[in-house]
């Protein structure tokens, strides 16, 4: 926009300056010239006066401009010069301004007792354009100046308007990185404020909207625990004991899931969570060593001393891990080596996972896709993870494979 507008404003002065300037560089010309006429008019006159009188060899001694006086006997005054065909016309008692060469000149008829005296005043092509280079030079840099100064005024106000459209452009994708709490500042022209007031009502509202569905999730979800009292009832009044324990045994682990639903929804619910992704990390990669060992695999871990947060729940990092660890034991073979590295990023924390096996497929990373006959969810929940953080996930295979997932700040 703001090029657009620099143009548009450069085109537009352009074309004003070119209807000013050519007019006034044409008048500045013609000035030039009548000027450079008059005075050689007025040259010729002032010794026009002096013919018939003994003062006339005076007279066009002390004029400033080159006079010439052609006399009737044939006799030449003043600076050389040979009678044209316009002076044989001044002759006649004719006064007349005649082209010659690159400049003109003047040709006074004045009656005498003797006859016909013409007086000639030259005007030179330099005479008649004296100043007029600098005048016209001086339009060209008035004019460049003007146009210069409108692209500068158009550039500070495009800026102006491009500035809340660019915090606008910012705020929108905050939110679909899942920052719900992203507001713009109304600024700039009325349109663009209106625009980021309906933005920020926008927000509100899908926030509300989200909140409500979650909390209906969560409330769906609580009273499927009326239905599993019941079947727990009917479990246990089983007459087979080894059957009513399976049975049981089913209803706690559906019971256990629904409250995972329960707890998720609510947790969603309340906002954007927080945790230290060090502490995280180090906790689940202390829980996968103890396998490492008894697998013989070499684990390498980086990770730093301090804390790091991100913007991911410290039960949805924990899973993600897990879900990145397990899918190195459960897809390469046993002794294969595998490092956890987790650095920090301006954006907040990088985490990478890589191993020595075979590799993947990055097609596998789309949900539900999986290459060894399980369930191809686990790169979906950390890519998720990942997403709802504003960061993101990457994974590629050369000589093993390697995660890398992106984590942003709280």
């Known amino acids: 926009m703001r090029r657009w507008l620099a143009l548009l404003v450069a085109a537009t002065t352009s074309l004003v300056l070119i209807a000013l300037l050519v007019p006034m560089a044409l008048l500045i010309r ?19 006066v002096s013919v018939g009188t003994p003062d006339l060899p005076l007279a066009v001694e002390r004029v400033e401009a080159p006079v010439t006086v052609f006399l009737p006997d044939g006799r030449v005054l003043g600076e050389e010069a040979r009678r044209t065909d316009a002076v044989r016309l001044a002759q006649t008692g004719r006064s007349v301004t005649a082209e010659r060469g690159d400049g003109r000149e003047v040709l006074v008829a004045v009656q ?10 030259y005007v030179s092509g330099d005479e008649l354009l004296r100043g007029v280079r600098e005048a016209w030079a001086a339009l060209a840099g008035l004019g460049l100046a003007l146009v210069v100064l409108g692209i500068v005024l158009a550039d500070r106000l495009a800026r102006a308007m491009t500035r809340p459209i660019d915090g606008l452009a910012r705020v929108s994708h905050r939110l679909a990185g899942g920052d719900l709490e992203a507001r713009a500042v109304p600024g700039g022209p009325p ?20 909140a409500a569905e979650r909390e209906s999730v969560a409330d769906l979800s609580h009273r499927l625990r009326t239905p599993l009292t019941g079947l727990r009832l009917d479990a ?61 695999r070499e684990l390498r871990v980086d990770l730093p001393d301090g804390e790091l947060p991100v913007a991911a729940g410290a039960e949805s990092l924990a899973a993600c891990v897990d879900a990145l660890l397990g899918n190195v034991f459960a897809h390469t073979p046993e002794g294969a080596s595998f490092a956890v590295r987790l650095t920090p990023h301006p954006s907040g924390a990088v985490l990478v996972i890589s191993d020595t096996g075979p590799g993947f497929d990055p097609a596998l990373l789309a949900r539900g896709t999986s290459g060894g006959g399980s369930t191809g969810l686990g790169l979906d929940i950390a890519r998720r993870t990942a997403e709802s953080s504003g960061g993101g996930l990457t994974v590629s295979s050369d000589g093993g494979a390697r995660v890398e997932v992106t984590l942003g700040r709280p």
């Open 236 to 296: 246990e009044s089983l007459r087979d004991p080894e059957e009513a324990a399976r049975v049981g045994a089913r209803v706690d682990a559906l019971e256990r899931a629904v409250s995972a639903v329960i707890t998720d929804a609510r947790r969603r619910s309340a906002g954007r969570e927080s945790c230290d992704a060090a502490a995280v990390v180090r906790e689940r990669v202390r829980f996968w060593s103890v396998l490492a060992e008894d697998q013989g």
């Open 191 to 210: 349109e663009v404020r209106a625009v980021g007031l309906a933005l920020n009502h926008l927000a509100g509202r899908i926030g509300d909207l989200l």
């Open 112 to 121: 005498s007792p003797q006859g016909t005296v013409v007086i000639r005043s």
């Open 30 to 48: 013609s000035v030039a010239e009548n000027g450079a006429m008059s005075r050689a008019t007025a040259a010729a006159e002032s010794v026009a």
